[in-house]
């Protein structure tokens, strides 16, 4: 047999195969996880379902629904090697600028007297650590759905997968539990809190995303 023909014998049949990503079933049964653990560990709010006739908690969720949707683009491009990272890690900071420039303003435009209490909140110190409570309730579906990708980078992919869960564990959060209502609370509290759930997803990844 020729050279040739073994070839045309041997890629035969041979379809393409879609690029790995990760589970988007893994990654729904993570917002499953996240909302549960809000409302067993944390509590749904009193006034849920009035509360979620106004436009602010779905504004917050839109925010952190962004920042775990533009992680999950760049744990996707970090598993994969040679693409280049650089436009989800763009797009995952412009999501955050956003946020911290609406926050600006609306500070602008409060009352110096307000701002104080409008950044803080009531519950400005605790935040963050609920954020990263329920983020470790989703954190194993979320590191599941990315089985299939190969990171080279693997302590960058854990981070970036952090990143997601925090994002998703704040939009439950911010939906079922939190009343925080203002800009400048939720681009500086809620950003932090996902920033920590990076920050661990990072030291997790070093080693569970080895290879």
């Known amino acids: 047999m020729k050279t040739e023909d073994l070839i045309d014998a041997l890629a035969a049949g041979i379809e393409p195969v879609r690029p ?25 709010r009193s006034d849920l379902t009035q509360a979620l006739q106004a436009p602010t908690p779905w504004l917050k969720a839109i925010y952190t629904a962004a920042l775990a949707q533009t992680a999950i683009w760049l744990a996707t491009r970090l598993g994969r090697p040679g693409l280049d990272p650089r436009p989800a890690l763009f797009a995952l900071l412009a999501v955050v600028g956003i946020a911290v420039a609406w926050g600006g303003i609306e500070t602008v435009l409060t009352p110096p007297g307000q701002r104080m209490a409008g950044w803080l909140g009531q519950t400005w110190d605790i935040c963050g650590r609920n954020i990263v409570l329920v983020s470790a309730f989703a954190a194993p579906l979320v590191f599941l759905s990315a089985r299939r990708l190969a990171p080279t980078r693997p302590t960058t992919a854990g981070l970036a997968l952090g990143l997601a869960t925090g994002g998703i564990a704040a939009t439950a959060d911010g939906l079922l539990h939190c009343g925080e209502a203002t800009a400048a609370f939720v681009a500086t509290w809620y950003t932090l809190g996902v920033a920590a759930a990076g920050l661990i997803g990072a030291a997790v990844g070093r080693f569970a995303l080895r290879w």
């Open 20 to 44: 790995a990503r990760l589970d988007p079933a893994l990654l729904a049964w993570a917002g499953g996880a996240a909302a549960v653990a809000v409302i067993l560990l944390l509590g749904a």
